[in-house]
């Protein structure tokens, strides 16, 4: 099995996108939201934990960015607000620990393909 992204697309910056990650299957697991930008390395963005309860941001997103978990539909959703050109990325849901996995996105699993946002004017 695979988390499915999608939801990407390029707007300018200050605006908004939400990106759904397709999660049946993954139930039983905490799912998280990973990026990788040209030319640098994939890093953590957010996470919710196996309930939806609890959800957790890094820095750069913290007050922009709002994870959630639909149960009864599967999905993970992921809306981004106040985009900047450094949200230029693609981005991919995964499964890990939440939110410790945040920190070590190569050791994530359940990887699909991503979604690209472009952030610019």
């Known amino acids: 099995f695979q988390l499915q992204a999608s939801g990407g697309g390029s707007v300018r910056p200050g605006g908004s996108l939400r990106l759904s990650c397709a999660a049946s299957?993954?139930?039983?697991?905490?799912i998280a939201w990973f990026r990788q930008a040209p030319g640098k390395q994939r890093e953590g963005v957010s996470c919710t934990t196996t309930d939806g309860g609890r959800t957790f941001y890094t820095d750069p997103v913290k007050g922009r960015f709002t994870i959630s978990r639909d149960l009864a539909k599967k999905m993970v959703y992921l809306q981004m607000n106040n985009l900047k050109p450094e949200d230029t990325a693609v981005y991919f849901c995964?499964?890990?620990?939440?939110?410790?996995?945040?920190?070590?996105?190569?050791?994530?699993?359940?990887w699909g393909q991503g979604t690209l946002v472009t952030v610019s004017s």
């Open positions: 299957g993954f139930e039983d697991y905490a």
């Open positions: 995964a499964t890990h620990v939440c939110p410790a996995g945040l920190e070590y996105p190569h050791s994530a699993a359940s």
